[in-house]
């Protein structure tokens, strides 16, 4: 008998999900649909490609910060952007992140042409990519499986000896047609998937360092090949290290309970869903920024005049902030305003405005002003509004 079968008697490579409640299902179902709502929003190719560079920056970060890592997302997306230089003594957590990043590319550029299939060697290879080039101790051999036991706080990692067959298991587990759905249910059973590979490789520890980071990896890599868009499927990673303490509590708890699986899944799968609706009403932003300025630019399509191109502007500097601006502050909201404002007087101020006021693209009292963005939300499809209340408590 295999000695992990007495210390670590939870591997058993199964999950049942007929003791899963509703609840998870109903998620399962907000994933896929919300999923396919974010594959199917036209973006102009530069908001795409920057909601793609936010939500890599945010992915790589998390799942290193999750492990230590004291970047901030700001210099995070620099670095995606290819332009943070960090000073010697921290050039350590810069390349924490260019690993992650250089793997998730990678996994990107090829994921049209993956089958979806695991192997003990992609997962030895993302062990390989997430420690490249990283000060290690000097047991510790990337990409290679440990010979010497390991302990995490108070978990230890399956003995060393089993660890080749753990994986081999592990991977023959997910290959199997239970999660290899077809149709509708691909998605669904591909984020159930994903989440228990990163279970049992976080339970295996197979490696002497990266194991975290190398879960989180392989996690993405099957929520890309099942079709998630990118900026969704690094989601999971952002969650977990925004709750990191309950993170780590429910691994344990995983364990610690004989291997329940469904708390940890239910956990996962509602911070992904959270996440995903979070993305979307950002993705929702930027679209209605979007039709505003096209609105805006409608409106003037046909009048090129000095100061028609002078309102124009104007209307577009009062749609960036949502708030009430002071008329007295209107020439200086930005560089072109002030530039065609400066030898302009106050009256050609107060014509502007109640130009555009006239043209229903302004509200303006006496002393302040905003952008009535909120008017191309009259073009939405009427919807009746409906008010969920809370069942009442006890009975009668």
Known sequence: MRTYKRTHPWLRFAVDLRRAPPALWLLLGEVKSKCEHIAGVPLQPDTALRLHRVYLAKGALATTAIEGNTLTEGEALQLVEGGLELPKSREYLGREVRNIVAACNRIAAEIEQASGELSV????????????????????????????PVVVGSYSGVPHEDCPHLLDRLCRWLNEPEFRGAGSATLATAVLRAVLAHLYLAWIHPFGNGNGRTARLLE???????????????LLSNHYNQTRAEYYRQLRAASESGGDLLPFVMYAVQGLVDGLRQQLAEIRQQQWEIAWRNFVDEAFREEKTPAAVRQRN?????????????????????????????SKSAKTVSRDLNALAARGLIDRTRARVRARREIILAFLPLRRAVEIREPALGGG
């Open 220 to 234: 993405l890599y099957i929520l890309l090949a099942a079709g998630v868009p990118s900026p969704a499927a690094h």
């Open 121 to 148: 060697a992609q997962i030895l290879a993302f062990n390989r990519s997430v420690l490249d080039g990283l000060p290690l101790e000097p047991h510790v051999v990337p990409g290679e499986i440990r010979t010497y």
């Open 314 to 342: 104007l209307a577009l500097a009062l749609s960036e902030t949502p708030e009430w601006v002071a008329v007295s502050e209107v020439p200086m909201l930005t560089p072109l305003l002030a530039r065609a404002y400066a």
